[in-house]
Antibody
Framework: QVQLVQSGLEVKKPGASVKVSCKASGYNFLNYGISWVRQAPGQGLEWMGWISTYTGETKFAQNFQGRVTVTTDTSTRTTHMELRSLTSGDTAVYYC??????????????????????????WGQGTLVTVSS | QSVLAQPASVSGSPGQSITISCTGTNSDVGGYHSVSWYQQHPGKAPKLVIY???DRPSGVSNRFSGSKSGNTASLAISGLQPEDEADYYC??????????FGGGTKLTVL
């Protein structure tokens, strides 16, 4: 069965960086991209960005441009999200989620591409990141 | 402040039907066929219940349905059951920041 398993609780000081991992299993890892979504305590969901596990292409929300890096390691089927220059406002549960857009052959360009569909059919369990001095 | 506007709370009795609205603009909800809805129980990850405005993932009850009119999308739940009590979030593709969520709606089953 499809599973996304995330790394554990993180406690960081303001100004530090945090790296959260998300290990996929139960499906062809290269067939689907991964998005990162966060949720501050008692608040709503906020989309951070997406990565194609096939091409490494990334897309980010404007709020996180320049402060977040998302990478993928196909050998371990793991996606990593690093957020820098942390403030107390970054305290949240961070989720990875599988984007439903599948990798497919684009006849117009002559190679495989992956385009996000921006909806998420499987989610990780969440990783609480607490930023406090 | 969330880009998509949802009511903070809705309620209904078991067996009744409710609707949750999600209002955006021509640049998101009104401009694309890319509205999704998620159900989130306390302490749990969100679960997809509607995608592409009206489609239901395999395994999701047909009591859940989606629709859209202009810049407002809606999630309807019929035959309310106690386990439907949860927070519900809409999301939409947007030409600006790519994906935006609503602020969430707490559904209480009385």
């Amino acid at each position: 069965q499809v599973q996304l398993v995330q790394s554990g609780l993180e406690v960081k000081k303001p100004g530090a960086s945090v790296k959260v991992s998300c290990k996929a299993s139960g499906y062809n890892f290269l067939n689907y991209g991964i998005s990162w979504v966060r949720q501050a305590p008692g608040q709503g969901l906020e989309w951070m960005g997406w990565i194609s596990t096939y091409t490494g292409e990334t897309k980010f929300a404007q709020n996180f441009q320049g402060r977040v890096t998302v990478t993928t390691d196909t050998s371990t089927r793991t996606t990593h999200m690093e957020l820098r220059s942390l403030t107390s406002g970054d305290t949240a549960v961070y989720y990875c989620a599988r984007d439903a857009g599948q990798t497919s052959y684009d006849v117009l360009v002559g190679y495989y591409t992956n385009t996000p569909k921006y909806y998420f059919d499987y989610w990780g369990q969440g990783t609480l990141v607490t930023v406090s001095s | 402040q969330s880009v998509l506007a949802q009511p903070a709370s809705v309620s209904g009795s078991p067996g009744q039907s409710i609707t949750i609205s999600c209002t955006g603009t021509n640049s998101d909800v009104g401009g694309y066929h890319s509205v999704s809805w998620y159900q989130q129980h306390p302490g749990k990850a969100p679960k997809l219940v509607i995608y592409d405005v009206i489609d239901r993932p395999s395994g999701v009850s047909n009591r859940f349905s989606g629709s859209k009119s202009g810049n407002t999308a809606s999630l309807a739940i019929s035959g309310l059951q106690p386990e439907d009590e949860a927070d519900y979030y809409c999301s939409s593709y947007t030409s600006g920041t790519t994906l935006v969520f609503g602020g969430g709606t707490k559904l209480t089953v009385l």
